[in-house]
């Protein structure tokens, strides 16, 4: 009798889990977007532009032999400075 209950339990454990899972699954809800005054916001470069100058400072990095974390903030100086200057 023992042996029956205990498996009867176990299975009803096991199909909860199963099937009642989903029930435990956490939902998040998007963030809304900070929002900042249009008048403070840099105008944004063409595309064409931006791609330009991120194909220049990747081609400087590879010259310098540049990896990793020197590789990308190198990088990020060099579009910086691409920004500024145009």
């Known amino acids: ?3 029956v209950f205990s498996r009867t339990a176990a299975t009803a454990v096991a199909f909860s889990l199963i099937l009642g899972g989903s029930a435990f699954a956490q939902t ?4 809304p977007a900070a929002k900042t005054a249009p008048d403070k916001m840099a105008p944004a470069k063409p595309k064409a532009e931006r791609t330009a100058a ?15 974390k020197e ?3 190198f ?12």
């Not at 998040?28 to 963030?31: F, G, L, S, V």
């Not at 990095?61 to 990896?67: C, P, T």
């Not at 990088?75 to 145009?86: I, L, M, T, W, Y």
């Open 71 to 73: 590789r990308k903030k």
């Open 28 to 31: 998040t809800t998007p963030a």
């Open 75 to 86: 990088r990020s100086e060099c579009k910086k400075g691409a920004v500024k200057a145009n």
């Open 54 to 68: 991120s194909l220049e400072c990747s081609k400087q990095a590879d010259a310098k032999g540049l990896h990793g």
């Open 1 to 3: 009798m023992m042996n």
